[in-house]
């Protein structure tokens, strides 16, 4: 129970990862403030959890919206130790030529201008206490590209680049940050790959997914100073050795 009092907001937290992350960070004696825009399914996990649970509904696309979530968690817990951005869109799975402005603007919108809103409110509180730990859930897509994924690796390439600024910025105040790249994850997202049919990884057998409580672990882990080390980098789950580390393999 090494997170004792420690508060951590995870973002996207009503599914997925989010959801699995919420869960491990309460098991390990967090108190979680989980932010999502379906306030039933967030409501019904933190119900969940548990006293030490609090859902804020929440548009991450919306600045106003993640500095009111952070407000009322400063004001309910006050203070705040890990911020998780796990809140994510695949977009538009189309070639460039036909993809529609509208949905390639929205996956902008939450996987990137979303993960720097969630950092511009945390920062101010977290460098008040002198320090705090910033996780964004990445993907090897930020390094590759992949057809009909122009938005989705757009976005996540800029996610994984704040990473790297925000390490640069402030990791001498007390921040540590850390993009997770945890691979194929069974979630809705894959099976909404799936059924688009484009690109390699909707070909791929579910049995290949890692389970969402894989990631979850991982995020657990680079809380802990046995991470420091890797602090302003991208993390992959695909690496045997960072398995090892997280302790999800022998």
Not at 23 to 39: I, T
Request: aromatic share 6%; net charge negative.
């Amino acid at each position: 129970m090494w997170l004792d009092e420690n508060v951590v907001i995870v973002t996207g937290a009503s599914r997925g990862i989010g959801a699995a992350a919420a869960q491990a960070f309460a098991e390990n004696g967090a108190r979680v403030v989980l932010l999502a825009r379906d306030s039933a399914a967030m409501r019904e996990l933190a119900t969940g959890i548990g006293p030490r649970a609090v859902a804020i509904p929440c548009d991450v696309t919306d600045f106003l919206q993640v500095q009111t979530a952070v407000d009322a968690t400063l004001r309910h817990f006050g203070r705040i130790d890990v911020m998780v951005n796990n809140a994510g869109v695949m977009g538009p799975m189309e070639p460039m030529a036909t993809a529609d402005p509208s949905d390639w603007d929205q996956t902008i919108d939450i996987n990137l201008k979303g993960v720097f809103y969630c950092i511009r409110a945390v920062l101010p509180p977290m460098l008040g206490r002198g320090g705090g730990t910033i996780i964004s859930v990445s993907s090897g897509a930020a390094f590759r590209p992949t057809f009909g994924w122009s938005a989705y690796c757009a976005s996540k390439a800029g996610a994984a680049m704040l990473t790297q600024n925000l390490h640069l910025e402030y990791a001498a105040q007390g921040i540590r940050c850390f993009g997770l790249s945890p691979g194929t994850v069974a979630t809705d997202m894959q099976r909404t790959i799936r059924e688009s049919g484009v690109g390699p990884i909707a070909a791929l057998d579910w049995s290949v997914h890692i389970p969402p409580e894989w990631p979850a672990r991982a995020l657990v882990w680079l809380c802990t100073k046995d991470a420091d080390d890797l602090a302003g980098t991208e993390v992959s789950l695909r690496e045997e050795a960072i398995r090892r580390r997280v302790g999800l393999v022998r």
